[in-house]
């Protein structure tokens, strides 16, 4: 199951999806509304998930994921790999949505930037993808320090209890498009490890 980040469409998962489905995985891709209050789509992708294996979100997607798995131990997972997601908090999203037009552009998920702690409370692997070229609207708000991909550093995807993280030289919007990052999917959710 795919899940897209905010502000963008279900068919912004296609090219991922359909590397994925070349090695035999049956692709479903979550489409909600990133605007839209967060628990609200947090609900929706649980009832969503049912009959899904392996979890991927881009970004808020991502967020998405990792904070329905922890709270719906009934849904069953055999593995998840967030790309690029702000897990820890977005300094780019909390700089953007501080005013006008920007908090209107984030929607009710605009706390969901706020600065937190990350875990992941299951057995199944989770993996991490993050960009490391500064490529993307995040720029626009101001210099990020430390690695990022643009929109989201590197230290912001961080979360307690994951089993590994892979580090590729894109900026943010192109994560779901590389075949790198495909293949990085591909392999985790076959052996649970990027190695």
């Known amino acids: 199951m795919l899940a897209p980040g905010l502000w963008m469409p279900d068919a912004a998962m ?8 070349r090695h035999g995985y049956r692709v479903r891709i979550f489409g909600y509304r990133g605007r839209a209050p967060y628990e609200a789509n947090l609900e929706a992708l649980a009832r969503f998930a049912n009959g899904s294996s392996f979890f991927v979100g881009h970004s808020l997607g991502g967020v998405l ?5 922890n709270r719906h131990p009934e849904v069953e997972a055999k593995g998840a790999v967030l790309l690029g997601s702000p897990v820890r908090g977005c300094l780019a999203g ?3 949505g501080g005013a006008g037009l920007g908090r209107w552009m984030m929607g009710a998920c605009r706390e969901r930037w706020d ?8 057995r199944a692997p989770l993996g991490v993808v993050a ?7 995040g720029r626009v708000v101001g210099r990020l320090p430390g690695p990022n ?4 550093r590197v230290d912001e995807t961080t979360v307690e209890g994951m089993t590994g993280r892979a580090l590729v030289a894109q900026g943010h919007s192109m994560l779901i498009v590389s075949g790198r990052v ?12 990027f190695e």
Do not use: N
């Not at 994921?65 to 798995?69: E, K, V």
């Not at 960009?131 to 609207?137: A, Q, V």
């Open 14 to 21: 296609h090219i991922l999806g359909a590397r994925l489905a």
């Open 65 to 69: 994921i990792l904070d329905m798995l």
């Open 94 to 96: 909390r700089r953007l």
């Open 115 to 122: 600065e937190r702690p990350a875990r992941w409370t299951r």
């Open 131 to 137: 960009g490391t070229t500064p490529f993307g609207l």
């Open 149 to 152: 991909d643009g929109v989201v």
């Open 182 to 193: 495909g293949e990085l999917v591909h392999r985790f959710c076959s052996a649970g490890s």
